[in-house]
């Protein structure tokens, strides 16, 4: 029987010149010279006997077949990345991506739990803001905020609603003042800028932008140092709390309508990552129903 398999190094420059949308990116990932990348496409477009590309002046498109086989070609590498990595064995660590600030302040603390349960399995944690792509990146799960209501991805599974509060450091108040949200600017964070104005619609407050650093975790610790009030998952600041290194300005915290999830492989799931997964999901259902406002006394997972 005739073969018509065209040459992997061809098929592959392909999907990473459509993944990257761009010669100049693609030959840079690939370690190869750009007209290295063009001849390989055209290459391809010759035995295929179809375009896949649309060639500009000063950039690339991918035509309608060139989308599709694009596309085909992504699910096939991804099946094939999964295989090559089931065949590293059950003992390769589980590579987990997540918010700076939910891995810092969330996982990694009940990480020793996990150990504790499952010597044999060891976690690496990777941080990022940006869309995970699983197979292409070599990640086993991921942690992305969404809707409640809309998954992020098929088969992505629930984790804890993410719930929002004010805390400022007790400095930061006169002595005998009351404790109010809006007495200090405002501090918050890029990855969710819009938290404050959620919170002033829902209370009647007027508008006013805060301060917006990198990442959760340095808006607390500017809070701590008593820069103003920081808005932020009560679970991330308990133990400040607990310490007396920062006070609750005794609002209920507030559900934003989002909700962490964890994103999972398409396909098979590896022993070691369902139970990891499996625990994850029992330790923030545990959070949920355990959670105490230090303030009121209430579940902030139910507002």
């Not at 992997?8 to 392909?14: A, G, K, R």
């Not at 761009?22 to 295929?48: F, H, I, M, N, Y």
């Not at 006997?49 to 000063?58: F, K, S, T, W, Y």
């Not at 990777?126 to 992020?152: C, F, K, N, W, Y």
Request: net charge positive; proline share 9%.
């Amino acid at each position: 029987m005739r073969r018509v398999l065209p040459p992997l190094d061809s098929l592959w420059t392909f999907h990473m010149v459509a993944q990257l949308g761009s010669l100049t990116a693609a030959a840079a990932a690939l370690g190869v010279t750009q007209p290295a990348v063009s001849k390989r496409l055209k290459d391809l477009e010759g035995r295929l006997a179809c375009a896949l590309v649309q060639r500009g002046v000063n950039a690339i498109s991918l035509t309608p077949l060139g989308r599709r086989y694009a596309g085909e070609l992504r699910a096939i590498f991804a099946q094939l990345e999964e295989a090559t990595r089931n065949l590293g064995g059950e003992a390769a660590p589980l590579r987990i991506r997540a918010y700076t600030t939910w891995a810092l302040r969330w996982l990694i603390p009940r990480l020793p739990r996990f150990r504790a349960s499952h010597p044999d399995i060891d976690v690496e944690v990777t941080t990022s803001t940006a869309t995970v792509d699983l197979a292409r990146e070599g990640v086993d799960a991921a942690i992305r905020t969404a809707p409640a209501a809309r998954r992020p991805a098929p088969g992505a599974r629930p984790l804890q609603p993410v719930m929002v509060a004010p805390f400022a450091a007790p400095s930061s108040l006169p002595s005998g003042a009351a404790r109010r949200a809006t007495d200090d600017p405002l501090l918050g964070s890029k990855v969710r800028s819009g938290d404050w104005r959620l919170w002033q619609d829902h209370h009647g407050l007027p508008a006013v932008s805060p301060l917006l650093f990198e990442s959760t975790t340095l808006a607390i610790q500017a809070a701590m140092e008593a820069l103003g009030t920081v808005i932020c998952s009560p679970a991330f600041v308990r133990d400040e709390v607990r310490a007396g290194r920062l006070i609750s300005l005794g609002e209920a915290p507030l559900p934003t309508g989002d909700r962490y999830w964890l994103i999972l492989p398409r396909g098979r799931v590896r022993p070691a990552l369902q139970i990891f997964a499996n625990w994850l999901m029992e330790e923030a259902a545990a959070e949920e129903e355990t959670s105490i406002d230090p303030v009121r006394g209430k579940n902030p997972c139910q507002g």
